[in-house]
C-alpha cells in the first residue's frame, strides 16, 4: 500500500496568517496517460464527518473558499490556508485514491489558532 | 438534496456482529460507489471497503477479509456493512462515503454511525 506522510502533525497559527501542510506519499500518485494527480485534502471538525476540499491535488470543490489551495505532483503535496480563520480550525487529511479501490489516508494534521 | 444517512450507534460485546446501514437519496444510487471509512476514538482515518452498487462488488481492507461484508439493497438505495467476531479494536465511528468518479475522490459523507465493542 502507498503509505501517506503529514507534516507537522500539529501547528498552531495566528489568525490571518498563512497555514502550510505537507504530504508526502511513498510512491507517486500521478498517472502519466492522464497528467492527473489522485491526491485529495480533507477537512475534518469535531464530531463532523470529513468534508472534501481539494481533489486533482489542485481543484478547489465547490463552495470552499479560495483561501484553500492545494499544489504538488508525484509524491509531494502541499495544502495552503492563506489566511487563517476562526472556522478553519480542525484536522486536515490527505488521502490517496490512485491505488484504487484501496485508498490511504495521511495521519492528519491538527491546526489550530495561535 | 444529496445525502447519505446512516443507522444509529450500536454496542456489541467481544465476538458478536454488528450491521450499520447507510441510506441514500437525492441522487442515481447505482450510478456511484459507496466506501466506508473508520475512525477510532483519537485517532485518524482508516479505510474500510467499497461497493459498487449496480453489481455488488466489493472490495475489502487486507486487515478486515474474512470479517467484513459489504452488501446493497438498490430497492432501498441502501448500503449495509456487517462487521462480525467484534474486538476492543473494532470500536470507532463507522462512516460510509460516496465516491465521485468525476472527482475521483468523496464527496459525500454520512453523519457517522458510533460502534463500541465492550463486555
Known amino acids: 500500500d502507498i503509505v501517506m506522510t503529514q507534516s507537522p502533525d500539529s501547528l498552531a497559527v495566528s489568525l490571518g496568517e498563512r497555514a502550510t501542510i505537507k504530504c508526502k506519499s511513498s510512491?507517486?500518485?500521478?498517472?502519466?496517460?492522464?497528467?492527473?494527480?489522485?491526491l485529495a485534502w480533507y477537512q475534518q471538525k469535531p464530531g463532523q464527518p470529513p468534508k472534501l476540499l481539494i481533489y486533482?491535488?489542485?481543484t478547489r470543490e465547490s463552495g470552499v473558499p479560495d483561501r484553500f489551495s492545494g499544489s504538488g505532483s508525484g509524491t509531494d503535496f502541499t495544502l495552503t490556508i492563506s489566511s487563517l480563520q476562526p472556522e478553519d480550525v480542525a484536522v486536515y487529511y490527505c488521502?490517496?485514491?490512485?491505488?484504487?479501490?484501496?485508498?490511504?489516508f495521511g495521519q492528519g494534521t491538527k491546526v489550530e489558532v495561535k | 438534496q444529496v445525502q447519505l444517512v446512516q443507522s444509529g450507534a450500536e454496542v456489541k460485546n467481544p465476538g458478536a456482529s454488528v450491521t450499520v446501514s447507510c441510506k441514500a437519496s437525492?441522487?442515481?444510487?447505482?450510478?456511484?460507489?459507496i466506501q466506508w471509512v473508520r475512525q477510532a476514538p483519537g485517532e485518524g482515518l482508516e479505510w474500510v471497503g467499497i461497493?459498487?452498487?449496480?453489481?455488488?462488488?466489493?472490495t475489502y481492507a487486507q486487515r478486515l477479509q474474512g470479517r467484513l461484508t459489504l452488501t446493497r439493497d438498490t430497492s432501498t438505495s441502501t448500503v449495509h456493512m456487517e462487521l462480525s467476531s467484534l474486538r476492543s479494536e473494532d470500536t470507532a465511528v463507522y462512516y460510509c462515503?460516496?465516491?465521485?468518479?468525476?472527482?475521483?475522490?468523496?464527496?459525500?459523507w454520512g453523519q457517522g454511525t458510533r460502534v463500541t465493542v465492550s463486555s
Open positions: 486533482w491535488a489542485s
Open positions: 437525492g441522487y442515481s444510487f447505482t450510478t456511484y460507489y
Open positions: 461497493i459498487n452498487p449496480r453489481g455488488g462488488a466489493a
Open positions: 510512491q507517486s500518485v500521478l498517472d502519466g496517460s492522464n497528467n492527473k494527480n489522485y
Open positions: 488521502q490517496n485514491y490512485y491505488t484504487t479501490p484501496t485508498w490511504t
Open positions: 462515503a460516496r465516491v465521485s468518479m468525476e472527482k475521483g475522490a468523496f464527496d459525500m
